[in-house]
């Protein structure tokens, strides 16, 4: 059984100035293995900072996550949302207060958040407290999961001992780079002891020496945790990931091994890995308008084999090969 399985899972925004829904995530499904490592592949906009969101009980009820399932440690974390909230054409009915209370949602969610599932955010200076020092912060962690005060202060020491951060004990985020903060942030990540780590793009702003630093320290952790990376950079993908799942739109077009870099299949996830692994792209270039997405396959537009049929009709997820799966009618 996966560590964490992921079923349709819906997420929505409302737009008030175009009165419409945004379907930031968009019948999303994907799974993680105990110990295994998934890479979430697109450029900004595409809806992963979304999916991990949802993922950690961290969208605001307005309506935010809106059907699915998501299946962590063997329990559904969403569930009674089936009962208490329905999609109609304009408008979404959810009663969060009756989720909560017969169903203990936020309960749940902040008995997992930081401690069994862990989020390295994008910015990590700004996700640690200003005026704490980064090991109070560490240690802090480590009391919320449980650890007796002596156990926690030798898991600090460990932790920064295995980040190279020993010498900046003492230290304020102020003082440090950017670099330095998102090992500290990891470390926060890893304090716990978290059965899942998700990274959203952990590399962005570092200059190329902290890039190759942060993606060695995954490389240390991996198959000792089950990873969730979000980037936008293909050297991440290569280095560290073992299935890859491209989103476009809020939604999965390609998943598969590595093979969904080495040998795409959907034009999108093409022109994505030619581009992007040549460094040429504005990453921003692809992003869709979510409010304003074709009927049909939602990168029509954009699409140089497109068919009048795509105009109209959305494919499905179809399997090209053992465990390759694209969502597109030429696949």
């Known amino acids: 059984m996966p560590l964490l399985e992921v079923k349709n899972l819906k997420t929505y925004f409302?737009?008030?100035d175009r009165r419409q829904f945004v379907r930031v995530v968009d019948g999303v499904g994907f799974d993680i293995d105990c110990s295994g490592t998934v890479a979430f592949f697109g450029e900004s906009g595409s809806g992963k900072t979304q999916i991990a969101c949802s993922l950690m009980g961290l969208?605001?009820?307005s309506p935010g996550i809106v059907d699915g399932q998501i299946w962590f440690e063997g329990r559904n974390l969403?569930?009674?949302?089936d009962e208490i909230c329905r999609i109609e054409e304009n408008r979404v009915i959810k009663d969060t207060h009756a989720w909560n209370k017969r169903f203990g949602?936020?309960?749940?969610?902040?008995?997992?958040r930081?401690?069994?599932m862990s989020l390295i955010m994008q910015g990590a200076k700004s996700a640690l407290n200003p005026f704490q020092r980064i090991e109070s912060q560490v240690k802090e962690a480590c009391l919320l999961s449980g650890r007796e005060d002596k156990e926690a202060d030798e898991m600090v020491a460990h932790l920064f001992d295995r980040l190279g951060l020993y010498d900046r004990m003492g230290y304020y985020p102020h003082q440090l780079s950017g670099g330095t903060c998102q090992r500290v942030v990891m470390a926060m990540s890893l304090a716990s002891s978290p059965s899942l780590i998700i990274?959203?793009?952990?590399?962005?702003?570092l200059d190329f020496p902290l890039r190759v630093k942060i993606v060695e320290l995954f490389e240390e952790i991996k198959g000792k945790v089950s990873l969730l990376l979000i980037t936008h950079e293909i050297e991440i993908v290569r280095r560290l990931a073992e299935r890859i799942v491209i989103i476009y739109a809020g939604r999965v077009i390609e998943t598969g091994s590595k093979e969904v870099i080495s040998n795409p299949a959907h034009p999108y996830t093409k022109k994505l890995v030619l581009e992007l692994g040549h460094d040429s792209m504005?990453?921003?270039s692809l992003t869709p308008e979510l409010v304003n997405l074709p009927a049909g396959c939602k990168f029509y537009d954009r699409c140089e084999m497109r068919k009048n049929m795509c105009k109209i009709s959305e494919p499905e997820l179809k399997e090209i090969a053992a465990g390759h799966m694209v969502r597109c009618f030429e696949g």
């Open 14 to 16: 409302y737009n008030h």
């Open 59 to 61: 969208i605001p009820h």
């Open 78 to 81: 969403l569930e009674g949302l």
């Open 105 to 112: 949602y936020e309960k749940k969610m902040k008995e997992i």
């Open 114 to 116: 930081g401690k069994r």
């Open 199 to 205: 990274a959203d793009e952990p590399t962005t702003g």
């Open 282 to 284: 504005d990453v921003q």
